[in-house]
């Protein structure tokens, strides 16, 4: 065979993985996974800022974000609850398409409310934001996961994160075009359909083979299992207690940092199209670059290795935004700060999702994944939404920056201390072994 044909070859195994169902499915999941999240993220700031709401107030908005946190609380639900009718359409399919509809309704919710007339009802139509979208995450995750082969993980997760990242720009993008022509309230409106890709896949694809049927529960105390049992199947393993503080510190710096960019970008005088520009079009296009290269290191470098680098990425990658608030308002320094950040952020998408999903029991998917996802993010979003605005107006936005970067240090040092344990490999669950159900 020539080096010709080898290659040609090399290339062709490389791309084949993303052009099959698994991946191709996890991808249309993260668009509908992502516009949620971006309605109530830096859009909702963008409309709350150019309202004339003081950065306390907006940033106590990210409060919203921690329903998201608390969604492993009915995950079960998601996990062991037949609904009526659609049910006939499979336990993931189902709950697809009610969450679907759910979403829709609560973002058009949003678009009716206004903030300068109504700060608490504004607040409220966020909440419910976050709850549908949480529950739409829950069954999201779980139908990923248990579509995807142990070895297609590493491809679903960068697909997911592609997806995802589609999903909130072309949401968040969409959103900023429109408002500045007719107004918020029909951006949020147009904004609800991207809640279609995922409904639409579950409806083609239908029930994932590898799901599995939790034991059947008829009396209280076998629901009370069908809650902790996920959690104590989880506390079993291994080096649990470790696993599960790695989860709450690793996100605490890129957390606080994320949610705060669109308060500095609008204090630095950007409007709405440079912010579309440069933080939605070159962090776009960065984000799907480092999603490439971080599926490349998960393959050369395997799981731990990789993990390990993405993590310090992306804390570097805060420190460059205290750069960009030290030299002042740059489209070229702006562009350099959101490209690295996203860049990071691309790669750590692929390689933390990945040992994430890996860590999940097939038998109890959506309550595991809605746990460790949950626990990922809650205390950045905690702070950012109790401290953030009063820590910027106190310190300004170079010592917070800079403060964000310290926070990322000890999620790098315990996850390189457990992977000189073995706790690596001991944590993982029956996702990244089990082969698909006969």
């Not at 309230?185 to 590898?210: N, Q, S």
């Not at 993990?307 to 489209?331: D, Q």
């Not at 170079?398 to 706790?423: E, N």
Request: charged share 15%.
């Amino acid at each position: 065979m020539t080096e010709a044909m080898q290659g040609s070859r090399n290339w062709l195994d490389a791309v084949k993985p993303y052009a099959q169902k698994g991946p191709l499915a996890a991808f249309f999941l993260g668009v509908s996974s992502g516009f949620p999240f971006a309605m109530i993220g830096a859009t909702l700031t963008t409309r709350l800022a150019q309202d004339g709401i003081d950065k306390k107030a907006v940033t106590a908005f990210t409060l919203a974000f921690l329903v998201y946190n608390l969604k492993w609380l009915w995950a079960w639900i998601v996990d062991g609850v037949r609904l009526p009718v659609i049910g006939r359409l499979g336990q993931r399919v189902s709950w697809l398409l009610l969450a679907g509809v759910l979403v829709m309704a609560a973002v058009a919710h949003l678009a009716l409310v206004d903030p300068a007339v109504s700060l608490i009802q504004t607040a409220y139509a966020a909440i419910l934001v976050g709850v549908a979208g949480a529950t739409f995450d829950i069954v999201i995750d779980a139908y990923r996961i248990e579509t995807l082969r142990p070895e297609q993980l590493g491809v679903g997760s960068g697909m997911s994160q592609y997806g995802w990242r589609i999903g909130s720009v072309a949401a968040g993008a969409l959103a900023l075009v429109l408002a500045s022509r007719i107004g918020w309230h029909g951006a949020y409106l147009a904004c609800a359909i991207f809640a279609l890709p995922a409904m639409l896949t579950g409806l083609i694809l239908g029930e994932p083979e590898r799901r599995r049927d939790p034991v059947a529960r008829r009396g209280m105390g076998e629901v009370w299992q069908s809650i902790a049992g996920p959690l104590v199947e989880f506390f079993q393993r291994r080096g649990a207690l470790l696993v599960l503080l790695f989860i709450l510190l690793h996100k605490i710096g890129d957390t606080l940092a994320n949610l705060t960019f669109r308060l500095l970008f609008n204090d630095m005088g950007y409007s709405n199209d440079e912010i579309a520009i440069y933080d939605v079009g070159i962090g776009f296009w960065a984000y799907l670059i480092g999603i490439f290269v971080g599926g490349v290191l998960y393959a050369r470098m395997g799981m731990k290795r990789s993990v390990l680098f993405s993590l310090i990425l992306m804390c570097v990658s805060n420190f460059s935004f205290a750069a960009l608030a030290a030299m002042g308002k740059s489209n070229w320094g702006m562009a350099g700060a959101i490209g690295f950040e996203n860049f990071a952020s691309g790669i750590g998408g692929v390689t933390v999702v990945a040992y994430f999903s890996a860590l999940c029991d097939l038998r109890f998917t959506a309550a595991q994944y809605a746990l460790i996802s949950a626990a990922a993010s809650i205390v950045g979003r905690f702070l950012t939404g109790t401290t953030a605005g009063g820590l910027i107006e106190r310190f300004g936005y170079v010592d917070f920056y800079l403060f964000t970067t310290a926070l990322a240090v000890p999620g790098i040092l315990l996850f390189w201390l457990m992977m000189r344990a073995g706790l690596i490999d001991a944590s993982v669950g029956t996702a990244a072994n089990d082969q698909p159900a006969a």
